[in-house]
């Protein structure tokens, strides 16, 4: 038998009053693999995370967590904050959502709270300085040390987090999500208002995060040319409906979401730009991969 | 004319036409009459068969001349004639300071001398800014640079600062001057500082508005009072449970809230200091009513009282020390009990701001939901938050209780809470030293100064405006990292 995969969603369905955002959308995130969520605005891809991280909860459906540690997870009975702390599921904001007052650093250790939070003996270490909450502030110190010189922003790690350049707050929000060690990491639109460069620094962050830490790890992206370049598998949403799984290779070939994206003419050749960020040649009539 | 031959002299030197100027200070000069007129220059006054019309045209006169002038004047500053304008006014606010002192002169009216220093100095200030300004715009420095720069200056050395304050504090009693209006003052600053530093905790720090911490002061005083003359419990016996029961009461207070952020949660937390207040004032069997408490029990030095004749078998704190008999004595233990009192205050809050909670609580305050995402339980924080600010409030009531032996639900009411979070807001948000100057100001000054008791409101009110126009975010607010990576002297400057 083989094991359950990372994340099983299983029918899940939310309906707020007489609107259906979400319409039995079943999928599977696989441990170590990239995993994206892509369709047209409005698609229902953010309440699928919010589902996910406990932001809402679900009218229907099943979220099963199989963490290779071999603890099991059903994130739909589960409080928000719960899901990040037991579950280990880790988040991150279409809209940056730092502590733009904290420094870069607190940020990351504020990332650390539930750690932290015992080594001090729920604070009455902590006051008396004993050597065990000093320790354990010295290794979430030298976590975040880590993760900031990977991110390469090691010399402003004191400055104030609303301070640092657009990019590097998205990088520092991914950066502080992988602070809480998680086993699956979702991201909302990272790459939104990058310029090129950043972008691609985000891939190699987003690839070394899969790589080395062994995790799962489920996007939300817009860049056709981010979705494409990393991920392992892409679950297409469309008016709160699963309308394709599979390959990279498959969905840049799949005439229901190409219409998904442009409409239901067929006739018309792909304009330039729009066939570029599918990955298709720019003269192929739709309809006949 | 000696004065139009300069006033033309200055002109061609001016980047704005004098006749501009001029009229300008006209206008407002006559806006100000129009305003005027009717509230300074007429007075009802209430005799016993009728109402009479009085006019005060002297004084009317006095305000637009006032407002003319330091129109004026402000605009010559503007204009370029900075450094002569700050030099005359500045040379006369001095003169006046001076003669306040020696008595030389004595103007026709005190009120009206000190209001026409106030203006003089005040013009003489932004003068005095003006040129700074300008000295700065050709060195090509940013303009908020400067202010923020000081902040900085004042907050590190705050550090420095501190063991001189605290050492300071310590040996205040023994001071010359120290005599029992010294003391007195002494305590109530003390007090505020103590009750400033403890919401410190839930406003600047949690970011929860706050405002009915007077409540959980008043839970600490009646609960001490309660224990003390009911089951005769001493002052450091009650004082933790004081605490405790003040604590609950954050608590009780915090579950409802859990919600409410902003507006929402100061109109609710404003409703509940309230509601303790009346509370007290209704329910008679418990609290006595409006009538209050009576006889608390004075603390004892090790079990010694300060009396001049204690009872059969007791030993006074003044003939065990072979000393006389000295009222001042029992003041000087209470001023050390809330300098005590303080200083744990100040410790620990310094201390749990750089530990986990302290993070949460202002990670909390910039974003709720990105702590929910990092698995941060925002019920327990919250809650730690509000027992803890109001532990100290509760500490702080059982002290207010002791030193005057008596309290009713009048010592209890919104001006409390609101002298409270002034204090803290006006001395800058997280700024433990920033507290202290706040609560020298705002309590110290209106008891120094309480010949002019009548203007006081007036004072405070002028200087809540000041600040909210130069220093939005407080006198000393500036946040250092709890934790660092690099050392701030090697970093450079961005």
Same mark, same amino acid.
Request: proline fraction near 5%; charge should be neutral.
């Given at each position: 038998?083989?094991?359950?995969p990372?994340?099983?969603?299983?029918?899940?369905?939310m309906r707020?009053?007489g609107l259906l955002?979400v319409?039995?959308?079943?999928?599977?995130?696989?441990?170590? $693999?990239i /995993?994206?969520?892509?369709?047209?605005n409005?698609a229902?891809? /953010?309440t699928?995370?919010?589902?996910?991280?406990?932001f809402?909860?679900?009218?229907?459906?099943?979220l099963?967590?199989?963490?290779?540690?071999?603890?099991?997870?059903?994130?739909e009975?589960?409080?928000?904050?719960?899901?990040?702390?037991?579950a280990?599921v880790?988040?991150?904001?279409?809209?940056?959502?730092?502590f733009?007052?904290?420094?870069?650093?607190e940020?990351?250790l504020?990332?650390?709270?539930?750690?932290l939070? *015992?080594?001090?003996?729920?604070?009455?270490?902590?006051?008396?300085?004993?050597?065990?909450?000093?320790?354990?502030?010295?290794h979430?110190?030298?976590?975040?040390?880590?993760?900031?010189?990977r991110i390469?922003?090691?010399?402003?790690?004191d400055?104030?987090a609303?301070?640092l350049?657009y990019?590097?707050? *998205?990088?520092?929000e991914?950066?502080?999500?992988?602070?809480?060690?998680?086993v699956?990491?979702?991201?909302?639109?990272?790459?939104a208002?990058?310029?090129n460069?950043?972008s691609?620094?985000?891939?190699e962050? #987003?690839?070394?995060?899969?790589?080395?830490?062994?995790i799962?790890?489920l996007l939300?992206?817009?860049d056709?040319?981010v979705?494409?370049?990393i991920?392992?598998?892409?679950?297409?949403?469309?008016?709160?409906?699963r309308?394709s799984?599979?390959?990279p290779?498959?969905?840049?070939?799949?005439? %229901?979401?190409?219409r998904a994206?442009?409409?239901?003419e067929v006739?018309?050749?792909?304009p330039?730009?729009v066939?570029?960020?599918?990955?298709?040649?720019a003269?192929a009539?739709?309809g006949?991969p | 004319m000696?004065?139009?031959?300069?006033?033309?002299?200055?002109g061609?030197?001016?980047?704005?036409?004098?006749?501009?100027?001029?009229k300008?200070?006209?206008i407002?000069g006559?806006?100000t009459?129009?305003?005027a007129?009717?509230l300074?220059?007429f007075?009802?006054v209430? $005799?016993?068969?009728a109402?009479v019309?009085?006019t005060r045209?002297?004084e009317?006169?006095?305000?637009?001349?006032?407002?003319?002038?330091g129109?004026?004047?402000?605009?010559?500053?503007?204009a370029g004639?900075a450094?002569?304008?700050?030099?005359?006014?500045g040379a006369?606010s #001095?003169?006046?300071?001076?003669?306040?002192?020696?008595?030389?002169?004595?103007?026709?009216?005190?009120?009206l001398?000190?209001?026409t220093?106030?203006a003089d100095?005040?013009?003489?200030?932004?003068?005095?800014l003006?040129?700074? *300004?300008?000295?700065v715009?050709?060195a090509?420095?940013l303009?908020?640079d400067f202010?923020?720069?000081?902040?900085?200056?004042?907050?590190?050395?705050?550090?420095w600062? %501190?063991?001189?304050?605290?050492?300071?504090?310590?040996?205040?009693?023994?001071?010359?001057?120290?005599d029992q209006?010294?003391?007195?003052?002494g305590?109530a600053?003390?007090?505020?500082?103590m009750?400033?530093?403890?919401?410190?905790?839930?406003?600047?720090?949690?970011?929860l508005?706050d405002?009915?911490?007077?409540?959980?002061?008043?839970?600490?005083?009646?609960?001490?009072?309660?224990?003390?003359?009911?089951?005769?419990?001493?002052?450091?016996?009650? #004082?933790?449970?004081a605490?405790?029961?003040a604590?609950?009461?954050?608590?009780?207070?915090?579950?409802?809230?859990?919600r409410?952020r902003?507006?929402?949660l100061?109109?609710? /937390? #404003?409703?509940?200091?309230?509601?303790?207040?009346?509370?007290?004032?209704?329910?008679?069997d418990?609290?006595?009513?409006?009538?209050?408490?009576?006889?608390?029990?004075?603390?004892?030095?090790?079990?010694m009282p300060?009396?001049?004749?204690?009872p059969?078998?007791?030993?006074a704190f003044?003939?065990y020390?072979?000393?006389?008999?000295?009222?001042?004595?029992?003041?000087?233990?209470?001023y050390?009990?809330i300098?005590?009192?303080?200083?744990?205050t100040?410790f620990?809050?310094?201390r749990?701001r750089?530990l986990?909670?302290?993070r949460a609580?202002?990670?909390?305050r910039?974003?709720e939901?990105?702590?929910?995402?990092?698995g941060?339980?925002?019920?327990?924080?919250?809650?730690?938050?509000?027992?803890?600010?109001?532990?100290?409030?509760g500490?702080?009531?059982s002290f207010?209780a /002791?030193? $005057?032996?008596?309290?009713?639900?009048?010592s209890?009411?919104?001006?409390e809470?609101?002298i409270?979070?002034?204090?803290?807001?006006?001395?800058?948000?997280?700024s433990?030293?920033?507290?202290?100057?706040?609560a020298?100001?705002?309590?110290g000054?209106?008891e120094?100064? *309480?010949?002019l008791?009548?203007?006081?409101?007036?004072a405070?009110g002028?200087?809540m405006?000041?600040?909210?126009?130069?220093?939005p975010?407080?006198?000393?607010a500036?946040?250092?990292?709890?934790?660092?990576?690099?050392?701030?002297?090697?970093?450079?400057?961005?």
């Amino acid at each position: 038998m083989t094991a359950p995969p990372l994340l099983r969603v299983e029918h899940l369905t939310m309906r707020f009053g007489g609107l259906l955002a979400v319409d039995d959308v079943s999928f599977d995130a696989a441990d170590r $693999q990239i /995993t994206a969520i892509i369709g047209p605005n409005g698609a229902g891809k /953010t309440t699928v995370f919010n589902c996910l991280t406990g932001f809402y909860k679900p009218t229907v459906g099943r979220l099963a967590l199989n963490s290779s540690e071999g603890s099991e997870h059903f994130l739909e009975r589960m409080d928000g904050f719960r899901i990040a702390q037991h579950a280990r599921v880790a988040r991150t904001f279409q809209n940056i959502r730092l502590f733009p007052r904290m420094s870069a650093l607190e940020n990351l250790l504020v990332a650390q709270h539930n750690r932290l939070m *015992r080594a001090s003996g729920y604070t009455a270490f902590g006051l008396f300085g004993l050597p065990v909450y000093r320790h354990a502030q010295a290794h979430a110190v030298e976590r975040a040390r880590y993760w900031l010189d990977r991110i390469g922003i090691t010399a402003r790690a004191d400055d104030n987090a609303g301070t640092l350049p657009y990019g590097d707050q *998205r990088r520092l929000e991914v950066v502080r999500a992988m602070c809480t060690e998680p086993v699956l990491l979702c991201l909302d639109e990272p790459a939104a208002g990058l310029n090129n460069r950043e972008s691609a620094e985000l891939n190699e962050l #987003l690839l070394f995060i899969r790589d080395e830490h062994k995790i799962g790890v489920l996007l939300i992206e817009h860049d056709m040319n981010v979705v494409m370049k990393i991920s392992d598998y892409i679950v297409v949403l469309d008016h709160g409906r699963r309308i394709s799984a599979g390959t990279p290779e498959q969905i840049r070939n799949d005439p %229901a979401v190409i219409r998904a994206y442009l409409g239901e003419e067929v006739d018309e050749a792909l304009p330039a730009e729009v066939a570029r960020d599918l990955g298709v040649p720019a003269t192929a009539p739709r309809g006949q991969p | 004319m000696a004065v139009s031959e300069i006033a033309v002299a200055a002109g061609s030197r001016l980047e704005r036409p004098f006749v501009d100027i001029l009229k300008d200070a006209a206008i407002t000069g006559a806006v100000t009459f129009a305003l005027a007129l009717p509230l300074v220059g007429f007075q009802t006054v209430d $005799q016993t068969t009728a109402i009479v019309l009085r006019t005060r045209f002297p004084e009317l006169f006095y305000a637009v001349a006032v407002i003319f002038l330091g129109r004026l004047l402000m605009l010559l500053t503007n204009a370029g004639l900075a450094r002569p304008i700050a030099a005359a006014t500045g040379a006369l606010s #001095l003169l006046w300071l001076a003669n306040g002192f020696f008595d030389v002169f004595e103007p026709p009216h005190m009120v009206l001398g000190w209001l026409t220093w106030i203006a003089d100095t005040v013009v003489a200030l932004r003068a005095a800014l003006v040129m700074r *300004r300008r000295q700065v715009a050709a060195a090509g420095y940013l303009r908020s640079d400067f202010g923020e720069h000081v902040v900085v200056m004042v907050n590190r050395l705050g550090g420095w600062l %501190a063991p001189f304050v605290a050492a300071f504090a310590v040996a205040l009693p023994f001071l010359p001057f120290a005599d029992q209006r010294v003391m007195d003052i002494g305590i109530a600053i003390l007090t505020y500082v103590m009750l400033g530093w403890g919401l410190n905790v839930v406003v600047g720090l949690a970011g929860l508005l706050d405002l009915g911490y007077v409540a959980f002061y008043a839970v600490g005083a009646y609960t001490y009072a309660l224990l003390s003359t009911k089951f005769g419990f001493n002052f450091w016996e009650a #004082l933790p449970l004081a605490g405790g029961m003040a604590a609950s009461f954050g608590i009780m207070l915090g579950f409802p809230v859990l919600r409410l952020r902003g507006d929402y949660l100061a109109i609710v /937390t #404003l409703g509940f200091g309230e509601m303790i207040r009346l509370i007290l004032l209704n329910w008679s069997d418990l609290s006595n009513g409006a009538r209050g408490i009576g006889d608390i029990p004075r603390p004892s030095f090790f079990g010694m009282p300060f009396t001049p004749a204690p009872p059969e078998g007791v030993v006074a704190f003044h003939q065990y020390f072979n000393l006389d008999f000295a009222p001042i004595h029992r003041v000087i233990y209470l001023y050390y009990i809330i300098l005590l009192l303080a200083l744990v205050t100040n410790f620990f809050t310094l201390r749990i701001r750089k530990l986990p909670i302290g993070r949460a609580w202002e990670a909390l305050r910039e974003d709720e939901v990105a702590c929910r995402a990092l698995g941060i339980n925002p019920t327990n924080t919250k809650l730690t938050a509000f027992a803890i600010g109001a532990t100290f409030a509760g500490f702080a009531g059982s002290f207010f209780a /002791t030193r $005057q032996g008596f309290i009713s639900p009048e010592s209890f009411n919104f001006l409390e809470s609101a002298i409270i979070l002034s204090i803290v807001v006006l001395g800058g948000m997280v700024s433990q030293i920033g507290v202290v100057v706040a609560a020298v100001v705002l309590i110290g000054g209106p008891e120094w100064f *309480r010949d002019l008791s009548a203007y006081r409101m007036l004072a405070f009110g002028a200087l809540m405006v000041a600040i909210m126009v130069w220093r939005p975010q407080g006198l000393l607010a500036h946040r250092e990292p709890t934790v660092r990576l690099n050392d701030p002297k090697r970093a450079k400057p961005s």
